[in-house]
């Protein structure tokens, strides 16, 4: 190894540099299990995949990988103790490729180069291409006799010279691709199309320099180098649409600093990488700046821009006390924070590895792609080495003109490409819109769901209460603000929801005192003395059980509040939304029976069970999945997790625990469970476009492979149609983007 090559992967190695596209977990036996993502560049087919998974899937130390052609990016498993990350981008290269951690810096560098790398191949192909078709125009438009056989052999070399620089230098990524499927004994996408462009070549030159020859007279560099252009001008078409959902993916999710201003405790700041951060650290950050880790503001007031977490476009307001989520970002004035989560604990780090594994991911509905794959291809060499045969005898000069045609027009690259950028897109698209997905076969299942069980509270409800009663009615208004003004001083989840429901009096406030389980007393500006709490804490009187506080003043209780939870805002509606679209909504809840019946008769849900356990709702899932029902389950308490793992298809809230979040199929980052509507809507529109692919991919098959058997279809029209062919299903997938 080169000591420039030592260097970088001794920085490969760094731990601080390996959190940057690592997560670490615990394995079984104290074992340090380690995912990382990579981006892999020089992939041109579905085939390409799998060669990449069992390259590093022999590193010794690999647990699983899992490679993505659609999205060019990798997810790799390994034990920290037996194996390094410069381990596997060394194997990743071996094996003909070139892998770079998935961080955007490196993602923007390699874009770049396979941009530039393409645009130059297309370039000299299209280029080429015009100089051989005015070389080849008097051969077309002479009359018989008009262009002496000298003069025509001359213009053959000339044509045979500059297809020389498409054969080695634009048409090499097929001769590559086809090289490595070759050395591993497996059948890939660009073996018909090399194999094409050879025997074209070979044929033409034949007939180039031996007129009359084995070959005869006709030569095809003209369709070989419009055939090479269009093939690789589809190409370069799918990488732009591929790099322009890459770049979207990380404007959302790279938005951390690179360096931060960390305060000293002597009030110095100095100049840190974010990755060094720990809990505990005050930070300061500028106007324009993305909070660099989870925290609590301690100075100032600004207004954050969350919407990569939240869906919301609004922005929030932040103060002092007020908790502030990494990757949001300060809109109004500086202010100083105190790092309580950095790193890969953040939340927006849970977020950005939802999405990293749902672009590595690998759906199960390519496994029967997978299968009939190499067949296909065995297929398709047979049957143009039956149309050559055949063509032999029927016309001996176009029998390699034919299996030309048939090679280029029955590579699958459409039907490989029909699922996989379909389910993509319409991730990205559940994505801008709030819903992250982990899985993406989540998309299948949540298209057929028959039945959602939903958790009741942080689910159905906000987790917060509201006050839905002051007793007696008409009593003093100003008796509210005093009590909003008295729970101003407590945190306790009474007294903020009494704030929040009225308008705080302008009193002052001393000997103020908060008694555990009991409330606030203090001692306002004339002296009174005013309690703020339980019943018998105000009255002297008996607890008086449910959500309810008192007021009183000098021993005298002069109002009651009721309290209730929060049901979200947009609950009602989502629940309407998916019942009429045939989705039986039914509650389970730990919560007491008569409050779980309560929100289910005021939400109109089709059945609720409470004081459930966690194995209680365990059951209730199985027993629906037994009636053979597609059961989805969203909750976001720990006690959900298995829930969760049982449901066919099951979404955490974003504020849910971490446990949920890593067991459900996607996460509601904005906590609106109107985006499961839209997600559903978005899932079935996907399977639609799904089969609209195949659909397509299948009849330009059926339809010109006919055709080229039958000698009807050139090369180059093979080559325009199998380009537009793989266009065509990429735009429309694409068309769920929108």
């Not at 052609?69 to 990798?74: E, K, P, T």
């Not at 981008?89 to 396979?114: F, I, M, S």
């Not at 000069?397 to 690259?413: D, E, F, G, I, K």
């Not at 991919?697 to 492979?705: G, P, Q």
Request: proline content about 5%; overall charge neutral.
């Amino acid at each position: 190894m080169s000591a420039l090559a030592r260097t970088a992967a001794d920085a490969l190695d760094d731990p601080v540099e390996l959190d940057t596209f690592t997560r670490r977990q615990a394995g079984a036996g104290g074992a340090r299990i380690a995912e990382s993502s990579l981006r892999i560049a020089g992939m041109h087919c579905a085939a390409c995949a799998g060669t990449i998974e069992q390259a590093l899937r022999r590193v010794p130390g690999v647990i699983d990988a899992r490679v993505s052609a659609a999205s060019q990016c990798a997810s790799v498993r390994w034990d920290m103790g037996r194996t390094r990350a410069s381990a596997l981008v060394q194997a990743v290269d071996a094996a003909g490729y070139v892998a770079t951690p998935d961080t955007a810096a490196a993602a923007r560098l390699q874009r770049r180069k396979e941009a530039r790398n393409a645009l130059w191949r297309l370039f000299v192909a299209a280029f080429c291409a015009m100089q051989i078709m005015m070389l080849a125009t008097p051969a077309y438009v002479s009359a018989p006799g008009d262009l002496s056989p000298d003069h025509k052999q001359l213009l053959d070399w000339g044509s045979w010279l500059l297809t020389l620089p498409v054969l080695w230098f634009s048409a090499a990524p097929f001769f590559a691709g086809a090289w490595r499927a070759l050395r591993r004994r497996r059948v890939g996408m660009d073996m018909p199309v090399a194999i094409g462009i050879a025997v074209a070549f070979v044929a033409s030159s034949g007939a180039a320099f031996d007129p009359g020859g084995v070959f005869g007279r006709e030569v095809w560099f003209d369709s070989l180098a419009m055939f090479v252009s269009f093939l690789l001008g589809g190409r370069y078409l799918e990488m732009r649409a591929r790099h322009r959902a890459e770049i979207a993916l990380e404007e959302a999710t790279d938005r951390l600093p690179q360096t931060v201003m960390r305060l000293r405790p002597d009030g110095g700041v100095d100049g840190i990488s974010a990755r060094r951060l720990r809990a505990g650290d005050l930070v300061r950050v500028p106007v324009g700046q993305a909070f660099a880790a989870d925290g609590v503001l301690t100075d100032g007031t600004t207004q954050a821009d969350e919407s990569l977490l939240t869906g919301e476009s609004r922005a929030v307001s932040k103060a002092a006390g007020d908790p502030v989520v990494a990757g949001s970002i300060n809109l109004q004035a500086p202010v100083v924070m105190r790092v309580e989560r950095a790193g890969s604990d953040t939340r927006y780090e849970a977020i950005v590895a939802l999405m990293r594994a749902a672009r590595s991911q690998r759906p199960a509905i390519l496994a029967s792609a997978d299968r009939w794959a190499a067949p296909f291809l065995w297929a398709v060499l047979l049957l143009a080495t039956g149309a050559g045969a055949a063509w032999s005898v029927i016309d001996p000069p176009r029998a390699l003109w034919v299996v030309v045609s048939v090679l280029v027009v029955t590579c699958p690259c459409a039907l490989s490409l029909a699922a996989p950028s379909a389910l993509l897109a319409a991730a990205g698209a559940m994505g801008r819109r709030g819903v992250l997905l982990r899985d993406l076969d989540a998309v299948q299942r949540l298209a057929r769901m028959d039945t959602l069980f939903v958790d009741k509270t942080g689910t159905l409800t906000e987790g917060r209460l509201r006050c839905v009663q002051a007793w007696p009615a008409h009593s003093d208004p100003d008796l509210q603000g005093t009590a909003a003004s008295l729970a101003s001083w407590s945190t306790h989840p009474l007294s903020v929801a009494l704030r929040d429901s009225f308008e705080a009096a302008p009193r002052e406030w001393k000997d103020v005192r908060e008694l555990p389980g009991q409330g606030l007393e203090a001692v306002d500006e004339a002296g009174l003395r005013w309690r703020l709490g339980s019943a018998s804490f105000v009255t002297a009187g008996a607890h008086e059980a449910g959500p309810h506080t008192w007021l009183g003043c000098g021993g005298r209780p002069l109002m009651r509040f009721a309290f209730d939870e929060r049901v979200r805002e947009d609950a009602a509606g989502a629940i309407r939304a998916l019942q009429d679209d045939g989705v039986q909504v039914r509650l389970l809840s730990g919560d007491h029976p008569e409050r779980a019946q309560h929100i289910a008769e005021s939400l109109g849900l089709d059945g609720a069970h409470g004081a459930l356990t966690p194995a209680d709702k365990l059951a209730a899932v199985r027993a629906a999945q037994q009636r053979g029902e597609i059961v989805a389950m969203v909750g976001d308490g720990i006690n959900d997790a298995p829930v969760l793992a049982q449901a066919d298809v099951s979404f955490a809230m974003g504020e849910g625990a971490l446990v949920a979040r890593a067991q459900a199929d996607g996460v509601l980052v904005s906590n609106r469970l109107s985006d499961i509507v839209r997600a559903r809507v978005l899932a079935r529109r996907t399977l639609r476009v799904i089969r609209q692919n195949f659909t397509w991919a299948a009849a330009y098959n059926a339809a010109c492979v006919p055709l080229a058997i039958a000698g009807w279809l050139p090369p180059w029209a093979a080559g325009l149609g199998m380009a537009a062919s793989s266009l065509f299903v990429v735009l429309s997938s694409l068309r769920l983007a929108r």
